[in-house]
């Protein structure tokens, strides 16, 4: 299997008019030669106004893909703001009694540093100095649901192995979720005396678990990536992959952002699999309304997982919007 439209992913997906700067040059073609079928179906309609125009509207809530039987088994809502001054670990663990109830189950965590869209070439090693930050996890037992919380973060998750439920959905459930639970820190903020969180960034992520038959390969659930028509020595055995997408600002896109596909091989006790992973950033300019940004988020990454797997895999999961 061979990626089929890696230099030209902005193309296939294009939601602003920037492109990254490893996308342009050309359009559709499949790095072997001919251009395929799928990439020149894409290039027909990838201008910003014959996809919002005349296609979709990536953020109308009427437009979200939707599936039955969704292979997500996690997903997680982010906001990422600028710590209040005076805001330390002492207030931060306080905080955790202000959430709704049935949570209650702490646990501390090693922090993450501020995240950042991921530009072109080698990774970058990123030094801080002092403390390391730290997290607690407070989760709900039994409901799948865990909220996270450090001096410049809150993150919401939703956990199949945690859950007797299938996917609750965005829309139906963790939206109102994650907007009690931002509401339930900003207020505790405004007890304590902090100013009110300045919000920077917003994220949204499908984790999903694609389980690989025999005889499957990444072309089976990825349209991105194709078989070669011609012999190639060896066999398949795996494969990784990352595709990003930039978002520039526009009269379409109000937030500049980023989209990020990873694929990689599942836990080899757990029979073959892909671990597929969308990821949707987008980042705060002249507003601080977090369920707008986590709504386009969301949006962002719906439409790129379901654009970008096979009608195959559409049907298998019934998809039916």
Same mark, same amino acid.
């Given at each position: 299997?061979?990626?089929?439209?890696?230099?030209?992913?902005?193309?296939?997906?294009?939601?602003?008019?920037?492109?990254?700067?490893?996308?342009?040059?050309?359009?559709?073609?499949?790095?072997?030669?001919?251009?395929?079928?799928?990439?020149?179906?894409?290039?027909?309609?990838?201008?910003?106004?014959?996809?919002?125009?005349?296609?979709?509207?990536?953020?109308?809530?009427?437009?979200?893909?939707?599936?039955?039987?969704?292979?997500?088994?996690?997903?997680?809502?982010?906001?990422?703001?600028?710590? @209040?001054?005076?805001?330390?670990?002492?207030?931060?663990?306080?905080?955790?009694?202000?959430?709704p109830q049935g949570y209650g189950t702490i646990?501390?965590?090693?922090?993450?540093?501020?995240?950042?869209?991921?530009?072109?070439?080698?990774?970058?090693?990123?030094? %801080?100095?002092?403390?390391?930050?730290?997290?607690?996890?407070?989760?709900?037992?039994?409901?799948?649901?865990?909220?996270?919380?450090?001096?410049?973060?809150?993150?919401?998750?939703?956990?199949?192995?945690? %859950?007797?439920?299938?996917?609750?959905?965005?829309?139906?459930?963790?939206?109102?979720?994650?907007?009690?639970?931002?509401?339930?820190?900003?207020?505790?903020?405004?007890?304590?005396?902090?100013?009110?969180?300045?919000?920077?960034?917003?994220?949204?992520d499908y984790f999903n678990k694609v389980p690989?038959?025999?005889?499957?390969?990444?072309?089976?659930?990825?349209?991105?990536?194709?078989?070669?028509?011609?012999?190639?020595?060896?066999?398949?055995?795996?494969? /990784?992959?990352?595709?990003?997408?930039?978002?520039?600002?526009?009269?379409?896109?109000?937030?500049?952002?980023?989209?990020?596909?990873?694929?990689?091989?599942?836990? @080899?006790?757990?029979?073959?699999?892909?671990?597929?992973?969308?990821?949707?950033?987008?980042?705060? %300019?002249?507003?601080?309304?977090?369920?707008?940004?986590?709504?386009?988020?969301?949006?962002?990454?719906?439409?790129?997982?379901?654009?970008?797997?096979?009608?195959?895999?559409? /049907?298998?999961?019934?998809?039916?919007?």
């Amino acid at each position: 299997m061979f990626l089929d439209c890696v230099t030209s992913f902005a193309t296939c997906l294009r939601v602003g008019p920037g492109l990254p700067p490893a996308a342009r040059g050309r359009i559709g073609g499949t790095g072997l030669g001919e251009p395929s079928a799928l990439s020149e179906m894409y290039a027909a309609v990838s201008s910003p106004a014959a996809i919002i125009g005349n296609v979709t509207n990536w953020y109308d809530p009427a437009s979200l893909p939707k599936f039955r039987f969704p292979p997500v088994y996690e997903v997680a809502l982010v906001i990422e703001f600028a710590a @209040p001054h005076g805001h330390n670990f002492i207030k931060l663990a306080r905080l955790q009694d202000h959430f709704p109830q049935g949570y209650g189950t702490i646990t501390e965590q090693n922090g993450a540093p501020p995240s950042s869209l991921i530009t072109e070439g080698p990774p970058t090693l990123a030094l %801080s100095f002092g403390e390391p930050p730290r997290r607690i996890w407070n989760a709900k037992p039994g409901s799948g649901r865990l909220v996270q919380t450090q001096l410049d973060r809150m993150i919401f998750n939703w956990r199949a192995s945690d %859950s007797g439920e299938g996917y609750p959905g965005y829309r139906n459930a963790l939206r109102g979720e994650f907007l009690e639970l931002w509401g339930a820190m900003t207020e505790y903020f405004a007890s304590e005396g902090l100013q009110p969180p300045v919000p920077v960034l917003a994220e949204f992520d499908y984790f999903n678990k694609v389980p690989l038959e025999p005889g499957d390969n990444l072309a089976d659930v990825v349209t991105l990536i194709r078989t070669p028509d011609v012999e190639v020595p060896g066999k398949d055995t795996f494969g /990784r992959f990352q595709f990003v997408r930039d978002v520039e600002e526009s009269d379409i896109d109000v937030y500049r952002g980023q989209i990020v596909v990873v694929g990689e091989p599942g836990p @080899p006790d757990e029979g073959r699999s892909l671990m597929l992973t969308v990821t949707s950033r987008v980042l705060f %300019s002249g507003t601080d309304d977090v369920m707008d940004a986590l709504d386009h988020a969301q949006a962002l990454a719906s439409h790129s997982f379901a654009r970008l797997i096979t009608d195959e895999k559409k /049907r298998q999961w019934e998809q039916y919007q």
